[in-house]
């Protein structure tokens, strides 16, 4: 039998790692929701591939509020099963946040301070959705098969790839944001630093060893600062390979939030990326794809595509 269509449907996605408390966490998040008077039921997550499952039984069991108490790599899981979803289900649907990740980059364009929990809850109930974009790759993997993957925040191709791959490591250990850019950078230094990539933005065709380049609906974690997922364009950032003195300032200018004023950054705005690139590694909201892309690979956008809860 399907649930009141008041009752929220929280689906919990502890954090790992040695700086957290994964109970004490959720007392604090249950306290809230209990003095705002929400009715809800909630399912703990255990690993990253049950997400999809508990989504999906979810939608089954008829919510109509989807909190993700997660960080980007949960919140880009819940979107992809709600992509699967009829048209007409999933217009019914909204899906809201709590951050709770390792990185909440998402959570950070709308202003969600993941320490405010009850900001957050009173910002849920008042239900405030917009229509937002999403992003979505189209691709084959070394099967030959074709493939498709759906995206919030921002696709990363190249360097920074392999950097944020380290970047969730590092902020287990270190706890600190800055901190953690700042040493997935320095174990990256003496790694390689550009791929040979064919690039198609607009009218635009880049031909040329790039060193990375970022796709964003939205921050891109520092990237794509100026993007906002609901204008039914990307922001793409294609960087250049700098010398070495050159990256040193790249890495002051991303910690300190004015990543778009290094000269090896070229900044575009488009609605589609066609591109191929050799060996380097790509990450969807922050984590790594499973198998990059073989050949040619298209990212367009999808305006409009779901519904999401305003803080």
């Known amino acids: 039998m ?6 929220w449907g929280i689906l919990y996605c502890p954090k790992g790692g040695l700086m957290s408390n994964p109970k004490k966490r959720w007392l604090k998040i249950e306290k809230s929701l209990r003095r705002n008077h929400v009715t809800f ?15 999906k039984m979810m939608i089954n069991n008829g919510y109509k509020t989807i909190v993700i108490v997660g960080g980007d790599s949960a919140l880009n899981d819940a979107v992809n099963c709600l992509m699967q979803t009829d048209k007409k289900v999933r217009d019914e649907i909204a899906i809201g946040l709590i951050p709770n990740g390792v990185m909440n980059d998402f959570a950070h364009f709308w202003e969600i301070d993941e320490n405010d929990i009850e900001k957050t809850v009173r910002g849920l109930k008042d239900r405030r959705i917009r229509r937002v974009d999403l992003g979505c790759i189209r691709y084959k993997n070394k099967k030959g098969q074709h493939c498709h993957r759906y995206f919030i925040n921002c696709i990363n191709v190249g360097f920074v790839a392999a950097m944020m791959n380290l970047r969730r490591q590092t902020r287990h250990i270190f706890g ?17 630093l550009d791929y040979k990539m064919d690039i198609k933005i607009n009218n635009e065709e880049i031909k ?3 060193m990375t380049i970022c796709v964003g609906n939205a921050l891109g974690y520092g990237q794509t600062p100026n993007a906002v997922p609901y204008n039914g364009f990307f922001d793409v950032s294609v960087v250049y390979h700098p010398g070495f003195t050159q990256l040193f300032e790249g890495i002051y200018l991303f910690v300190k939030g004015e990543f778009l004023n290094h000269n090896a950054v070229h900044p575009y705005r488009t609605k589609e990326v066609v591109m191929s690139a050799e060996s380097a590694l790509v990450g969807i909201d922050g984590r790594l794809m499973s ?6 690979f298209r990212i367009a956008i999808e305006p409009e595509a779901i519904n999401f809860i305003m803080p």
């Open 2 to 7: 399907a649930v009141e269509s008041t009752r």
């Open 41 to 55: 039921d909630k399912i703990v997550s255990e690993s990253t591939g049950s997400v999809d499952r508990l989504v």
């Open 176 to 192: 600190s944001r800055a901190m953690s850019y700042i040493m997935s950078f320095i174990l990256l230094i003496f790694q390689r």
């Open 208 to 210: 040329r060893r790039v």
């Open 291 to 296: 198998s990059s892309p073989v050949g040619e």
